[in-house]
Structure formats: C-alpha cells, structure tokens
C-alpha cells in the first residue's frame, strides 16, 4: 500500500458505507423511491397530525391535517417535477376529501402513495353519505396514485354513488384497493392518458369500475369481484353534442380483466373504439348494450376472446363489432348476438379447436364437408327444417362422420326453442369413455345447447359431476359465424346406456344452424 492509499482508502470505506447504508433506507422505504422521482418533496400526512390508528372518532382530525398536508404539496416550488402525498401504514378514517371539498387546492403535479394497497388504507367516516376521494376535472396533471387502499363503510353511508372519481391528465393508478361502496367504487371520468394497472374493486354495490367520456385509457390486469352490477363498466357520458367525441373512446384498451362473482365482467355501452383482450368471468364475460340515455349504440368494437371464459352477450340494435375466438377458447363459453349484424369469427376461418374436459383438443385436420349421420328426430315446426339428403347409420363408428352427404338445417326467426335428436342405440358400454362429436355451422349466432339422455334408465349426464342424474342437464354449446367442430367427454359407470344425443336450438334471429353430421366413439 503506497502513501497515497494508506490516507485515501478510510475515505473511500466510509463513502461505500454511506452509499449502502442510502440503499437500505430506500429499500425499508419504496414510497421515497416513488416519491422521489421529481426530486421536490415527501409530505407525510402524519408530520401534520393525521391519525393511522383506525379510531373513527379521529374522522374529523385526519380530514384537517390530510388537508393541510395536501396543500403543502400542491405548494411545493417546482412542484410541476413531482412532490408527494405519502400515507404510511394504517388505517385513517376520514370525512370527503379531495379538490372538490372546500378548503383543498388543486393537487396539480402531486403523486399520491401509501405503503401499499391493503397496508394504507382511508376509510370513509359514517353518514358521509358522499364519496371519500374526488378530484376535479383540469386539476391533476402528469402525476400518480399508487400503493393505497379506500374503504367504503357501506352500511354507515348508504348515500353513497361513487366511493373514488378521478378527472385529470395523463394519470396512472396502480395497486389501489377500493372497496365496500354503497355504490361504485373507482370512476375515471373526462380524462386523457390514463394507465390503470392491479387495481382491486371488490364488495362494491354497484359496478367495480366506471370509465366514462375518456380518451386513450389502459386497463391492465384489473381485478373486480364480488361487485353487485357489475365489473368494469365503460360508457359515453350522455345525450349532450359536445360529448360525441368522447363517444369514439379512441385507445381505450382492456388486457387481462378478472372478474368473479360478478353478474357481468366488462360491459360496453353506448361506445365505440373499444379492444378487449381476453379475461376471466366466471357468468357473463362481456355485455355489449345501448346507452338508455343517450340512445347511443356500440358499435366498431373488438374484442379478442381466444382465451377467454365466460359468456358473450350483444342485446339488440348493436351492430358492426367483431368478436375473434381461436383454438384456446374454453368449451363452455357461449357467444350470443341478439342483432345477428356482428361478427362473431375464427382467427384466419379456419375450424376452431375448442377444448374438452380433459384438456385435450380434437385435431383441426378434419375439413368440413357435407357429411352426416341420419336417424335424426325433429321436434318444432316442420318448415323450420329444409330436406337434405339421408344416408345412415348410427351406434360407434370408427371414422368422423363417415361419407354419407348432405346437412340438416334450421332457420327461425322467433325465441321458439327447437331441438334435433339422434338416437345412438346401445351406445355406452358398462365403464365405457366416449367422445360425443358434432360438426355444425353457424350463420350468424343461435343458441345452442347440447344434452345426453338414457332412454332406457331416464336419466341425464351431468358433465360437472361426470354422473347419470335424474336432473336434466344441459352443456352449452359455442356457435358463431363459422363451422365449428365440438367433442364432449362422456364417463360411463357399471350400467349399460341407451344413449339419446339432443341439442337444442333458440334465438337465431332470422339465422340458421346446420348440422353436417353427430358421432358417438369410443375413446
């Protein structure tokens, strides 16, 4: 060690120690990262005499300093760069707040954070009846809420419509919990550039989420369950001209929703210029609807379903939205076009691979010809069903369908529930699997749902239960716009089966449904 060294190295020692001494404060402490990014200022509510200890009576307290607070950020010299409102952990009860609330100024450029989205949490106060956070609309630029959570109090504010509404520019919200509204829980409203990623609404009484009038809006991996109405609702604002610009919803982009436990997922209404990208519902995945005020409709949306689950619903007087299922869509997802002016379609029209109960998919190397198997048995009107050409044959086979020609069709333009039927004979052995195997087409959307019956000992398979029941169970079927090929597993116990194949058709709408051929084989 030279001379040099022997002065300079205690030096550079305490430097390294102050430097990783800095990381591990940072570490213990993320929200100062966040907050940190514009460089101008943290200011903790609790240095202006805010409560975290969850005592309701501290509701007016908290109201005060958060307020104090909040100016103090919104005052920051510079603060165009970034300062930031930070909760620490706990739970703060609190009357209104927010830029609507007399007394708090426009947050302009702050950042609003919390030690995370279940750890931070405002709480609002009884007979509030109002919402707890709102900020006006031309009052927030640039900036961000994150890690923090809002709770309701549903019961002690009943009044309430929406718990959280948001207006602002180029907005992110990310990690937010809102839940236990008496009405909804998160709106975004009259906003451009807005990102919203995992955020939770749960428990609410109305919808999870409302998007309403805003321009370019991501929903990225949003979770909304146990939500009376709804999940997430996206919608124009109203009857007024000036909002028809708003009805376009340009970039507004939905990826990776969940939705459990909630009547529908995602509605769309009275909207246009919407993408909708897979997502998980375990009801209705997707309504798409007429605004009842405005009388608009929703019209030139997309919506990706290849690997979604859940129903599809487009109710009359919408027109001109696509819906693209693929190879990865759930066997149990149906699509259901009151208006039969959408169109519901494979990805590159080829037969679509839908997957059957034990995860395995039928081979998409079959193509769609003119075959059919007879002993068909019709019931509903006689002209509904066009003549065709007969072959026959019926029980196992080893080959899809055969080479017999020709395809029942039905074409209805009431709700008439119809049903088609092929009697298989003694189909089912003792302990026999087997795969039920249609090929049919759809023009436009009809309903269709498919059943198994024992004719021999009345009773039903139940495909959830894998068992014969006296129950009548039906399996929905996915028709759309394109030739779809189906197969149903069916688990046979000790008895010997007489096996009865119906399915049965309703809301055509002025479609129709043909049948090329049924198959009953052996796995």
């Known amino acids: 060690?030279?001379?040099?060294?022997?002065?300079?190295?205690?030096?550079?020692?305490?430097?390294?120690?102050?430097?990783?001494?800095?990381?591990?404060?940072?570490?213990?402490?993320?929200?100062?990262?966040?907050?940190?990014?514009?460089?101008?200022?943290?200011?903790?509510?609790?240095?202006?005499?805010?409560?975290?200890?969850?005592?309701?009576?501290?509701?007016?307290?908290?109201?005060?300093?958060?307020?104090?607070?909040?100016?103090?950020?919104?005052?920051?010299?510079?603060?165009?760069?970034?300062?930031?409102?930070?909760?620490?952990?706990?739970?703060?009860?609190?009357?209104?707040?927010?830029?609507?609330?007399?007394?708090?100024?426009?947050?302009?450029?702050?950042?609003?954070?919390?030690?995370?989205?279940?750890?931070?949490?405002?709480?609002?106060?009884?007979?509030?009846?109002?919402?707890?956070?709102?900020?006006?609309?031309?009052?927030?630029?640039?900036?961000?809420?994150?890690?923090?959570?809002?709770?309701?109090?549903?019961?002690?504010?009943?009044?309430?419509?929406?718990?959280?509404?948001?207006?602002?520019?180029?907005?992110?919200?990310?990690?937010?919990?809102?839940?236990?509204?008496?009405?909804?829980?998160?709106?975004?409203?009259?906003?451009?550039?807005?990102?919203?990623?995992?955020?939770?609404?749960?428990?609410?009484?109305?919808?999870?989420?409302?998007?309403?009038?805003?321009?370019?809006?991501?929903?990225?991996?949003?979770?909304?369950?146990?939500?009376?109405?709804?999940?997430?609702?996206?919608?124009?604002?109203?009857?007024?001209?000036?909002?028809?610009?708003?009805?376009?919803?340009?970039?507004?982009?939905?990826?990776?929703?969940?939705?459990?436990?909630?009547?529908?997922?995602?509605?769309?209404?009275?909207?246009?210029?919407?993408?909708?990208?897979?997502?998980y519902s375990t009801s209705t995945f997707l309504k798409i609807s007429r605004d009842p005020e405005s009388g608009r409709i929703s019209t030139g949306n997309i919506i990706f379903a290849q690997s979604a689950a859940g129903d599809v619903e487009i109710q009359r007087g919408n027109y001109g939205n696509t819906i693209i299922v693929g190879p990865l869509t759930k066997n149990r997802m149906r699509f259901k076009d009151l208006d039969g002016r959408n169109y519901i379609g494979m990805l590159g029209k080829a037969p679509s691979e839908l997957s059957i109960l034990d995860n395995r998919d039928l081979k998409s190397t079959i193509e769609p010809q003119k075959k059919m198997m007879t002993s068909w048995h019709v019931s509903g009107p006689k002209e509904a069903w066009k003549a065709a050409k007969s072959g026959g044959r019926s029980s196992l086979v080893s080959d899809f369908c055969g080479k017999d020609s020709g395809y029942h069709e039905l074409a209805t333009e009431s709700d008439t529930l119809y049903s088609i039927s092929i009697n298989s004979g003694n189909a089912l052995r003792a302990e026999s699997v087997v795969y039920v195997q249609t090929l049919l087409e759809a023009h436009g959307s009809c309903k269709v749902d498919l059943q198994i019956y024992d004719s021999s000992n009345r009773l039903f398979y139940d495909w959830e239960a894998e068992k014969w029941t006296q129950d009548s169970s039906l399996f929905p079927v996915m028709v759309n716009g394109t030739t779809q090929i189906h197969q149903f597993l069916v688990k046979n116990d000790s008895v010997k089966r007489s096996v009865n194949i119906k399915y049965f058709i309703s809301n055509c709408h002025g479609r129709s449904v043909r049948f090329y051929c049924t198959d009953v084989k052996e796995e």
């Open 1 to 279: 060690m030279n001379y040099y060294d022997s002065i300079l190295l205690p030096a550079r020692l305490q430097s390294v120690k102050n430097i990783l001494l800095l990381l591990v404060i940072l570490a213990s402490t993320p929200h100062l990262l966040f907050a940190s990014e514009g460089g101008q200022g943290i200011i903790n509510v609790l240095d202006y005499g805010a409560s975290a200890d969850g005592d309701p009576s501290k509701a007016a307290q908290n109201t005060a300093a958060i307020m104090k607070a909040w100016n103090a950020a919104a005052n920051i010299k510079g603060a165009q760069n970034g300062s930031s409102l930070y909760f620490p952990p706990g739970v703060y009860y609190v009357n209104k707040i927010g830029s609507t609330v007399e007394g708090f100024l426009p947050p302009k450029f702050v950042n609003i954070s919390g030690a995370g989205p279940r750890k931070s949490v405002l709480k609002l106060a009884d007979s509030q009846n109002s919402h707890l956070f709102h900020i006006k609309a031309n009052h927030w630029f640039n900036a961000s809420i994150s890690d923090i959570g809002f709770e309701g109090n549903a019961k002690g504010n009943p009044g309430t419509e929406t718990l959280v509404e948001i207006n602002g520019y180029n907005i992110h919200i990310k990690d937010v919990y809102v839940a236990n509204s008496a009405g909804s829980g998160l709106k975004i409203a009259a906003t451009q550039q807005v990102r919203v990623m995992q955020v939770e609404a749960e428990f609410n009484k109305k919808w999870g989420i409302i998007s309403e009038n805003n321009i370019s809006v991501t929903f990225d991996s949003v979770s909304c369950e146990h939500n009376d109405t709804g999940g997430l609702l996206i919608k124009s604002k109203g009857a007024a001209a000036s909002d028809n610009v708003r009805y376009m919803a340009p970039s507004t982009v939905v990826t990776g929703g969940y939705f459990e436990k909630t009547p529908v997922g995602i509605e769309l209404r009275g909207i246009s210029g919407v993408e909708v990208h897979a997502g």
